[in-house]
């Protein structure tokens, strides 16, 4: 899955883009993709982009596209939809350093 997104993100960046900024829409075999939606909430930041999603096909496939959601203020990732509002992930780490979202 990597390789296939990793070349579709090259794309993306060659057209200024950010890779925090990226949606993938990615195609995988059914094992694959069984394999992947077991670690969906890990594999946006194991491939370094906004959110994926992911479908089972014939063979290994990969779009990017700009993420419609807003930035998050401390991680950058284009995963909220208010732009003062942390994502999930970045309440949970200020809530365990005792800092108020």
Known sequence: AREVTQKALEEFRAQKNKPTDAHVALVLPEAEALIAHK???DLADFLVVAAVDVKPGAERAATVTRAAAERCPRCWK??????????????AALAAKGTAA
């Open 39 to 41: 670690h969906i909430a």
């Open 78 to 91: 284009r995963i909220v939809p208010d732009p003062a509002t942390p994502c999930p992930r970045c309440q």
